[in-house]
């Protein structure tokens, strides 16, 4: 998880369900030396299509040519670069934190980062946050010097802002 979100970029691909288009994707990535930071892909209220959300960093010139070389490869229907702080953007964090004797001070925390309790233990507490990166990242901050047991996150997912949609200009 980044923390320089300043010149991260969302590429948001819409692509045809088949298998082996992640595999094309990431390929394309490696061989061309770009780092994905983050990953999110789910299907879409079309049976037949998928969204990709991609989160990278770079120069507008260096996005532009990602752009251009997704669009080559055969699977890709669409691909729309969004800025992070231009797009409605989200992510998911679950983690699980030793409680020992701060188990209340740990819900303190995390009723105040809008958190939900999602599992109990006798030592650990697991907490579930959704929302903005910089707020994802906070709260990791905040709650590491009790002891941060397992963490998953799921990176970015974005729509843009407004009524457009991905699926405009689509025949």
């Known amino acids: 998880m980044s923390n320089h979100s300043d010149n991260r970029t969302v590429l948001s691909v819409l692509t045809y369900n088949r298998p082996s288009v992640l595999l094309r994707m990431t390929g394309l990535f490696y061989r061309r030396g770009y780092n ?7 299907e879409t209220d079309r049976e037949d299509l998928s969204r990709f959300t991609v989160t990278l960093s770079g120069d507008p010139d260096i996005i532009e040519q990602i752009r251009r070389q997704l669009l080559k490869l055969e ?3 669409k691909v729309d ?3 992070i702080d231009d797009c409605a953007a989200s992510e998911l964090l679950l983690i699980k934190v030793k409680a020992g004797n701060n188990r209340h001070d740990l819900l303190i925390l995390s009723q105040a980062a809008g958190c939900r309790v999602v599992d109990i ?4 507490l697991t907490f579930e946050l959704s ?3 910089a707020d994802v990242q906070a709260f990791i901050q905040r709650v590491r010097p009790y002891g ?3 963490m998953g996150c799921t990176g970015i997912t974005a729509l843009q802002r407004g009524d457009s949609t991905i699926f405009d200009s689509l025949i």
């Open 36 to 42: 994905i930071e983050t990953l999110v892909v789910c």
């Open 121 to 124: 233990g006798d030592d650990s």
């Open 81 to 83: 670069v969004l800025h």
């Open 75 to 77: 699977d890709i229907v």
């Open 148 to 150: 941060i047991l397992e």
């Open 131 to 133: 929302g903005r990166s």
